[in-house]
């Protein structure tokens, strides 16, 4: 570790850690302290090591630096939602949010600076992808989300959602760290089944997950039942069609058998129809789908062709899935207000 480039002290292992400091004469013991804080303490910077003496906060500063995430700016929703916008080490911005409602508290995190994906529903798809999150950024993402979660309401989060800002299975391996380290016991602790990965639809790395056999969850941005209508507001369906993704999600859950959701947006005159109804209960017997959430459309500045239908037109819509006996639930939107809900974060501001 002397080699003059300094490391990341997020992304060493306990064990590099460990032969760290026995080679510059400390107690072994010394590394699991740094590690807790690291990990368990959410230290940003090594004077924030309190049991440490000066002398080696010193050493560690000299071979090592901690990328921490700080806060931009945080909206407060008049229903109780949080936006915190994060500045990382090179002044990027990437959104995160906190959602709680009397049964959860759930983070929703970004896991890219922008994206590549271009939904033209969607705020960020409109922005570039400047680059992806490394798997510490996205954990101290989350732990600032807990710590203002046991703040603002006495409560650890209950659930993360990869939901934010980016593709996360265009940045699998770190999303992957990621989980690994909230799920771990020096982690946040939390069970995998509490973690759902949002994805546009990329059958690749849906077959991949299957591989590796993950306990988390998977939701698949679906938005339309057709490939014509998938094509035009979801570019990525051009090479991963409806065929190629039903055939990746059985792959998924015949390797892990963890829970399927399907994302629906509704909007107005576009999939909102008997006709749309009907070839989403198509597409739901072709995959087993625990549930389909149906979601409000929010608007974004970047994009005034969408809006979201009347009442009546969505209940109708709900009314032909809960007839055809598809497990559906209709999603509210939540921190509209602050341009904190589905759809809508883009740093603006």
Known sequence: MKNGEKRNIRQITLPELEAYFLEIGEKKFRAKQVHEWVWQKNAQTFDDMTNLGKELRTKL???????????????????????????????????????????????????????????????????????????????DEVMKINQQSEESFNRKLSNIVFMGMGEPLLNYSNVLKAIERITAPDGLAMSPRRITVSTAGVAKMIKKLGDDKVRFKLALSLHAANDRKRNDIMPINETNNLKTLVEALNYFYKETGSEITFEYILFKNFNDSTTDAEELIKLYRQVPVDLINIIEYNPIDNSDRFAKPDEETLNKFVALLEKNKVNVRVRRSRGKDIDAACGQLANKG
């Open 61 to 139: 500063v000299e071979y090592f630096f901690i990328h921490g995430l700080d806060i931009d700016t945080t909206q407060y929703s008049n229903d109780g939602t949080i936006k915190t916008r994060f500045r990382t080490h090179d002044k990027h911005l990437v959104e995160g949010v906190l959602i709680p409602t009397d049964e959860r508290t759930t983070a929703c995190v970004s896991s890219q600076i922008g994206c590549s994906l271009s939904c033209k529903f969607c705020a960020t798809g409109f922005m570039n992808r400047e680059r992806n999150l490394d798997y510490d950024e996205i954990y």
